[in-house]
């Protein structure tokens, strides 16, 4: 199995313009999230979906953030406009059934944003 | 609301030493414990976890976890410690919250063995 995969691992953008990032999950996971890593907050989780359908968004810091899922296999998470203060890395991770029944969770390599 | 605490941001070993990397926890419920591993510019990797069952879980790498439900605590051990085991160390604790199970992590111990 690939894992899950991310992409761009790297984005530097200046403030004000779209960011897109992106997530493969593990095939046959039916649940993915998406998590925010910084050195002041940590890891953060932002949103998570179950079969392709948003559960719980309330980690999303404001309005610019928005995840969407259209089908199994792809989802993105989306920043506009991008501010300095997004930089971090972004971690996508997907569970399966044994995952939703433990918690356990498969992580993407990450993609490190930096917003000037 | 469920939590997990790593009190130590550093924790420094030589190598072939034992080491412990701290975690407590507050929850409400019976906790799934995890510790998870993160190297320089990679995704978290999962290590061990604790469900139910042998207080004392084994894990990838030789590391070992010991559940103390009495000390609320879930320290991670390994009794021969590697250069190659410098890493990020996460604790996590999971409770269902509708049909899923989410994790929260602790702040993590970075951990440095050396030579």
């Known amino acids: 199995d690939a894992g899950v995969i991310q992409s761009p691992r790297h984005e530097v953008t200046e403030m004000g313009q779209e960011v897109t990032l992106r997530c493969k999950p593990i095939s046959g996971h039916d649940y993915l999230f998406w998590y925010r890593q910084t050195m002041m907050r940590g890891l953060e989780l932002l949103i998570y979906?179950?079969?392709?359908?948003?559960?719980?968004d309330s980690g999303m810091p404001e309005d610019r953030f928005s995840a969407k899922m259209p089908n199994a296999s792809f989802s993105t998470l989306k920043i506009q406009p991008s501010e300095p203060r997004d930089s971090a890395v972004y971690f996508c991770?997907?569970?399966?059934?044994?995952?939703?029944?433990?918690?356990?969770?498969?992580f993407g390599e990450g993609s490190r944003l930096t917003v000037l | 609301a469920q939590s997990v605490a790593q009190p130590e941001d550093q924790v420094n070993v030589a190598e072939g030493n034992p080491l412990t990397v701290k975690c407590t926890y507050s929850?409400?419920?019976?906790?799934?414990l995890f510790w998870y591993v993160q190297y320089p510019n990679r995704g978290l990797q999962f290590l061990l976890k604790y469900i139910t069952g042998d207080n004392l879980v084994k894990g990838s790498y030789g590391f070992e976890a010991e559940f103390n439900k009495s000390q609320t605590s879930f320290h991670l051990k390994k009794p021969s410690a590697l250069v190659s085991d410098s890493a990020l160390y996460f604790c996590?604790?999971?409770?269902?919250?509708?049909?899923?199970?989410?994790?929260?992590f602790g702040s993590g111990t970075q951990l440095t063995v050396l030579p």
């Open positions: 929850v409400s419920g019976n906790p799934y």
């Open positions: 991770a997907s569970s399966g059934y044994r995952g939703r029944r433990t918690g356990e969770l498969f």
């Open positions: 979906f179950n079969n392709n359908v948003p559960i719980d």
């Open positions: 996590a604790v999971s409770l269902l919250r509708g049909s899923a199970r989410q994790l929260t």
